[in-house]
């Protein structure tokens, strides 16, 4: 299980994947 202190980075580190995955995917479809 993942504590408290543990959680908000797991988002954040989440969240940078997941912007970094939308801005590939404008790029893809831009083309």
Known sequence: ???DVEA???SVA???L???N????NVI???
């Open 18 to 20: 997941f912007t970094q």
């Open 22 to 25: 939308s801005e590939l995917i």
């Open 8 to 10: 908000p980075w797991q």
């Open 1 to 3: 299980m993942m504590s």
């Open 29 to 31: 479809i831009d083309k």
């Open 14 to 16: 989440a969240e940078h």
